[in-house]
């Protein structure tokens, strides 16, 4: 087995798709359909030579591949697979360590420590914090609101790691109305019910209203677990940390932050005014696979109370004394034992930018949402529905026509603009309109390119109401 030509070769059909992704069409050119019948056959009863498979890998994974990676992908909220972590990751696979303890994989916890002390020093969180490496905001999420679960049931002297939630004191929760709907997944993994929550109202960007907050604050009961957000999925808004995590701790709750992208403004002076005060909560859920531009997958928990954090992911951690200067066990602060090893990805990327150009990357996407939609308000018939004041812009084409013929035409130009490619971005229903939502979530995504495609989307308005009009 030639080992080298069988990476080479892998890495060659990697460069291969990445030097070409600007080139080619913005979407898959095939869909799921035709990606399950290009798959689909028996079991193969007889193996097949490495480079045979690898190359029918690509030859059937290419066509219905999104061009994620593109500085005009704007759908979802996804960073760009940066190519520093993704030699890192390609390491990562190579080396096959399994991260979950120090003794298993002395490089592997060694790097997340670093990396997790790099992370909240660029995020301006308290350096006390603890730091899980985990897929994603979703799973940061879960483990995030565990640790709160565990201490707020501790403070009224149930140990629910050990004794489960029956019979324990009910713990109010309270979330925006405009909250990711992952954060209710997780309340649903954690036994608290997505509906037996006390949705606070928010504002049109969705901000919780601080009016709202207080009275939802005044009638709920101790223990309590407050959820506010950096980031809101269409709007970018993130709530006014420095007026509710005050109010939150005076009635002695635990306050998480959902920032899986938005906590990213906290690295920059520039787009820090957004999340002022955050530092104040307790624990935070962030992606590295979205705006630190980690490869898939890349998630961050971070939890001020480390004991707390320790106790809600491992059984073990609930008898032994918080861990001061010794080694550190990644699998502690995670639902799993073995995974891989997603510190390098992290280190990597880090140690690449540096806190200055983790800085530059947070202020060009925001700047290029804003060049995008400053162009797009000056076409007639093109109305940019939020204030742009992160990375996310929210558009309606046929604004001051007739609701139905707003909402159809923003779906024709939705649909007109992924049948031409140029560039890639999707739908939502926002306060009950049809909006199309453009995040900027990519490192490559300049002024230039912002610029063409805030022109791609005007021309194609233009040809969807020449379109209509006949
Ligand atoms: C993406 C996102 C999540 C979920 O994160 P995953 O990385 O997909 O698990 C949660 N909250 C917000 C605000 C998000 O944008």
């Excluded at 699998?331 to 140690?351: C, I, N």
Aim: aromatic fraction near 8%; glycine fraction near 8%; include cysteine.
């Amino acid at each position: 087995m030639d080992i080298r030509a069988l990476f080479s070769r892998a890495a060659g059909h990697a460069a291969g798709f990445r030097e070409t992704v600007d080139e080619r069409p913005q979407r898959p050119s095939r869909d799921y359909a035709g990606s399950l019948s290009a798959f689909e056959e028996d079991l193969p009863l007889h193996g097949a030579r490495m480079e045979q498979v690898l190359d029918e890998l690509v030859a059937k994974a290419e066509p219905g591949l999104h061009m994620t990676t593109s500085p005009r992908f704007f759908a979802w909220v996804m960073g760009g697979s940066h190519p520093m972590g993704v030699a890192a990751d390609m390491l990562t696979s190579a080396w096959g360590q399994n991260a979950g303890n120090h003794a298993a994989a002395p490089s592997a916890a060694a790097v997340e420590a670093v990396a997790a002390r790099w992370l909240l020093e660029l995020l301006h969180l308290p350096p006390e914090s603890s730091v899980g490496f985990v897929t994603g905001a979703t799973v940061a999420n879960f483990t995030c609101l565990a640790a709160a679960r565990g201490a707020v049931l501790r403070e009224k002297g149930w140990d629910a790691d050990a004794r489960g939630l029956f019979g324990a004191p009910p713990i109010s929760v309270l979330i925006g109305d405009d909250a990711h709907t992952t954060v209710f997944s997780a309340l649903q993994f954690l036994g608290f019910g997505h509906d037996r929550v006390v949705r606070v109202e928010t504002d049109r960007a969705g901000r919780i209203s601080r009016d709202g907050f207080a009275r939802a604050l005044a009638s709920a009961e101790a223990p309590m677990i407050v959820i506010l957000q950096a980031g809101q999925i269409n709007t970018g808004a993130c709530d006014d940390f420095a007026t509710l995590v005050p109010l939150a701790k005076r009635s002695g709750a635990w306050v998480h932050v959902d920032g899986a992208f938005g906590l990213w403004a906290q690295a920059s002076p520039r787009m820090g005014r957004q999340t002022a005060g955050v530092e104040l909560a307790d624990s935070w859920a962030t992606d590295g696979h979205k705006w630190l531009q980690t490869p898939y997958d890349s998630g961050y928990a971070i939890v001020r109370d480390e004991v707390a954090h320790r106790r809600a992911m491992t059984i073990v951690a609930s008898y032994l004394p918080p861990v001061s200067q010794g080694e550190r066990d990644p699998s502690h602060y995670v639902p799993e034992l073995s995974r891989r090893a997603r510190g390098f990805a992290t280190w990597a990327m880090l140690k690449h930018l540096g806190q200055d150009g983790v800085i530059a990357l947070v202020d060009q996407a925001c700047s290029a949402a804003t060049l995008i939609a400053e162009r797009l308000v000056r076409e007639p018939g093109i109305a940019v529905l939020n204030e742009v004041a992160l990375n996310q812009v929210i558009i309606r084409f046929g604004a001051g026509t007739e609701k139905s013929v707003a909402d159809a035409l923003t779906q024709q130009t939705i649909r007109a603009l992924q049948e031409e490619g140029a560039l890639f971005a999707g739908g939502a229903i926002w306060r009950g309109d049809q909006i199309m939502r453009l995040s900027v979530s990519n490192f490559q995504t300049d002024p230039g390119q912002a610029e063409r495609a805030a022109l791609a989307i005007i021309e194609t308005y233009r040809t969807v109401c020449s379109r209509h009009a006949m």
